[in-house]
């Protein structure tokens, strides 16, 4: 994916953040914000023979970006780049799983809860395989899907909750392994996740 197409996608998700702020709003209060989770489930994508596999919404995330709030303290936007990873590791091998997830959401904030959801667009999904596994190279198109997110904050500026993430990857090629069972030609993420969130 060019950069030119990945600034158009990331500008396109941005807007919708932008398009929540009220108009009668006076001010907004932008800051950073750091993000990292665990997220499970979804259509298993490969397995080796020990049993050990990866699912299409494994994976551990850490990103940032930045969180919008209004300034009457209840509709809060955030958008966020994150890396998301799983490994299957052995002696003899490995097979990787990573994406790149960029989300634009939207909170309803309550005094000790925010409640919502928005897009993600998956960058760049592939899983590789090393050493005995290592012609286990399956290549998905970027795509886009939506996430549902409940959040406990702890403070205005931290937060803990679940999410669910809904996305369908479309393979663009796929590469096999004699060691691994072989990836699908397409495959739902439909999982759940914990997430933690901190805006400085």
Known sequence: MTGRIVLRSFTTLALVIAATVPATSNAV?????????AEFGG??????SNGDSIHANDGLTIGGGASILTDSKDIQGEVTLSYKFSR???????????VLPLDALVFYRLPKFRLGGGLTYHLSP??????????????YKDALGFVLQADYLF???????????????????IQTSAFATNPPASAKTNGIGIVFSMSF
């Open 29 to 37: 209060d932008v800051r950073p914000v750091f993000r990292a989770g």
């Open 126 to 139: 592939k899983l590789k395989g090393g050493g005995v596994a290592s012609t286990l190279n399956a290549k």
């Open 88 to 98: 299957i590791s052995a002696s003899n091998g490995d097979i990787d799983w990573s």
């Open 155 to 173: 403070t205005q500026r931290l937060a803990l909750g679940l999410r669910y993430t809904n996305v369908n990857y479309k393979a663009s090629s």
């Open 43 to 48: 259509d298993n994508l490969t397995k080796v």
